[in-house]
């Protein structure tokens, strides 16, 4: 995967990027509008992640001028300012998503990998990590081709696990990423903990392995190994 | 009242005050001017009378008309010379009216004679009664004419006053037209006009500035809490930490997401209160409410409580993003403040929205339910979803009222007619 941050904020942009720079993925990054100009018209990118605000124009033109050249690349817009003119504006321009600064870095590459897939499998998608086969589409998992039947929720934990492979992602941004904001107690981690142990005996009885690990009180983490 | 009905009041009023004390001063002037013009006519005829004496040495002789009458009274005594009211028999009609009288006397060769000479007052009366009535005719023709002249003159002066007035009343901050200028030759509506106008560029000045504010302050805010949250999650990649850095770490993070939604909610409180949130769409609330008990299907697993629901298609137009706050909140609050084994009912209707939970809790204060950070000692909230529920509800008319019952707590949204 390779990726262009934009974002002028320095302490943000680093954390993005190393993040990101796994094996397998570039990430580059710009830190204001003349030289993300200069990257999106020398390369391509599986996806883009834009800042609205910055200091010498808006990443709004930036995605303007993108969607004029007819490049593809896929257009993750975050912005601070939360007000719904920029949102609508944005989508309007043809960006993919929008998401909201403060975000964890787990949701943003969740959003990340989901615009990838999007572009690259034109729909009729499949999402394979070993023998967990995901029918992207019908929202089917398959383990060694036996179906398994998850909840709404469990699929969606297992899609946020796959998008942060090798990650400890922290029960914040779990809770976060199933509930929004809407639900803000305190026992979301109970649940958190009663969907990981039903997805994880469900992927057990399929034959699968064990690749969710509790990461020292933190979080939980999807082992690659 | 209006200005002109008042304004028409007062003058008539005044102006009928007026008219009357000078109707009563001009009738007793006029009748003072009469009588003398009668006392006079007597005068003349006590000298016709003596001049009549001296050159014929005889008293003249004399015969009663309709309204005069002398009479000669041999006496003794000499006579004081007097005008008196006294009474006249009409000759004709044998009638008594009022009449004026000179009581005089007269020497003819050395005898004395007292003369009355009486006249009556019946002409007078009626010219003074003529008069009255032409006059009284002036007023009355005179008080319709202002009457009616304030009208036309009023309505037509004030008319760019209503136009402003109009234009007042139309006037919204949220869209981008301008209040126009009415043009006019008054020098007091012409300011009126022009200070109208200055506030309202002012108001909307003040507008895009507080807009321009509220969206700079998320983003100043923002950005630091976005910092923080990042480099908690790149920490956490850099390996194994004891019991006591992650609970260290996981309060750092419940913080943060506090700090968080806190700010959030001040913000979209601000942008509701300020009416930012303009957008519209088609939406059925019974979804809504439906996809919301699906969002907390879990903890009211957890907490075995019943969902009772009453749910009619309510479609309507309004922000999503709103209605999803609405709704959210007042189903969090009421799993929030329920007891374990207890329930929730829903019911929705075209008129009314009930959200109603069993509680161990009292009645609520209901007075300062609606105010900011006004929360129980026992609540994680921010003690500001009943005030953005209720500024959301104001901001589309529908009214949000609390009520306790039986041990139950209600919240009940009614809808305005129209939405």
Redesign the interface.
Same mark, same amino acid.
């Given at each position: 995967m390779k990726l262009l941050v934009i974002e002028d904020?320095a %302490?943000?942009r680093e954390?993005?990027e190393?993040?990101f720079n796994e094996e397998g993925s570039i990430c580059e990054t710009a830190f204001d509008f003349s030289s993300a100009m200069g990257k999106v018209n020398l390369y391509r990118y599986d996806c883009i992640v834009l800042d609205i605000?910055l200091p010498d124009g808006s990443g709004l033109d930036i995605l303007k001028h993108l969607k004029h050249e007819q490049h593809t690349d896929g257009i993750l817009i975050i912005s601070?300012? =939360?007000?719904?003119d920029d949102r609508?504006n944005g989508l309007d321009l043809g960006a993919d998503d929008y998401l909201?600064?403060?975000?964890?870095? /787990?949701e943003l590459r969740a959003r990340v990998a989901a615009i990838v897939r999007r572009k690259s499998f034109d729909g009729n998608n499949h999402l394979r990590f070993k023998e967990i086969d995901i029918e992207l589409s019908a929202k089917e998992v398959q383990i060694n081709d036996v179906a398994i039947k998850l909840t709404p929720k469990e699929y969606a934990l297992l899609l946020y696990f796959l998008a942060n492979k090798g990650?400890?992602v /922290?029960? =914040?941004?779990i809770a976060?990423h199933l509930? %929004? &904001? /809407?639900? &803000?107690?305190? &026992?979301n981690f &109970?649940?958190i903990y /009663?969907h990981i142990k039903n997805l994880r005996k469900k992927m057990l009885e399929a034959g699968g392995n064990d690749y969710i690990q509790a990461?020292? %009180?933190? %979080?939980y983490k999807f082992t690659t190994a | 009242m209006k200005l002109l009905t008042r304004y028409n009041r007062s003058t008539i009023a005044i102006t009928t005050a007026i008219m009357l004390v000078a109707a009563v001063a001009y009738y007793f002037a006029i009748t003072a001017v009469l009588s003398r013009q009668v006392d006079k006519a007597l005068e003349v005829e006590e000298h016709e009378v003596r001049d009549y004496a001296l050159l014929n040495g005889t008293l003249p002789h004399v015969f009663s008309t309709n309204h005069q009458a002398i009479l000669f009274t041999s006496v003794n005594t000499p006579q004081q010379r007097k005008f008196v009211d006294t009474v006249y028999r009409d000759l004709k009609d044998e009638e008594l009216e009022s009449a004026r009288a000179l009581y005089t006397w007269v020497k003819v060769q050395g005898k004395q004679y007292r003369v009355v000479v009486v006249q009556s007052k019946v002409e007078t009366e009626d010219l003074i009664k003529v008069i009255f009535l032409i006059t009284l005719g002036l007023i009355v023709a005179l008080l319709a004419a202002l009457f009616f002249l304030n009208r036309i003159i009023l309505s037509n002066i004030w008319k760019p006053f209503y136009k402003i007035l109009e234009q007042l009343k139309a006037f919204n901050l949220a869209e981008n037209s301008s209040v126009k200028t009415v043009p006019s030759g008054i020098d007091e509506f012409r300011e009126l006009d022009s200070a109208v106008n200055l506030m309202a560029d002012r108001v909307k000045d003040d507008y895009q500035a507080l807009k321009a504010f509220t969206e700079n302050a998320s983003h100043e805010l923002m950005t630091p809490i976005s910092v923080i949250n990042s480099k908690l999650d790149t920490f956490v990649q850099t390996g194994e930490f004891t019991d006591t850095q992650s609970r260290l770490l996981n309060d750092m993070y419940a913080s943060v997401t506090r700090l968080t939604r806190l700010n959030k909610s001040m913000l979209l409180l601000a942008k509701i209160e300020n009416r930012l949130i303009a957008d519209k769409q088609d939406l059925n609330l019974k979804i809504l409410v439906e996809e919301a008990l699906n969002q907390f299907e879990e903890p009211i697993i957890a907490r075995e409580i019943t969902i009772e629901s009453h749910l009619d298609d309510k479609p309507m137009k309004a922000s999503l993003l709103l209605m999803e706050v609405l709704i959210s909140n007042l189903i969090s609050n009421a799993l929030r403040h329920n007891k374990p084994g207890g329930f929730i009912s829903t019911e929705l209707n075209h008129l009314k929205l009930q959200v109603s939970n069993s509680s161990n809790a009292d009645k609520l204060n209901t007075e300062n339910l609606f105010r900011r950070f006004q929360k129980s000692a026992s609540s994680e909230g921010s003690g500001l979803g009943l005030t953005i529920s209720k500024q959301i509800c104001d901001m589309y008319g529908f009214n949000l009222a609390y009520m306790h019952l039986n041990g139950v707590h209600h919240f009940i949204i009614t809808f305005a007619p129209t939405a």
């Open positions: 904020e %302490g943000l954390s993005m190393e993040y605000t601070a300012k =939360n007000s719904l609508l909201t600064k403060p975000f964890h870095l /787990s990650k400890v /922290s029960k =914040n941004a976060e509930w %929004g &904001d /809407s639900v &803000d107690m305190a &026992d &109970d649940f /009663s990461a020292y %009180g933190m %979080g | -």
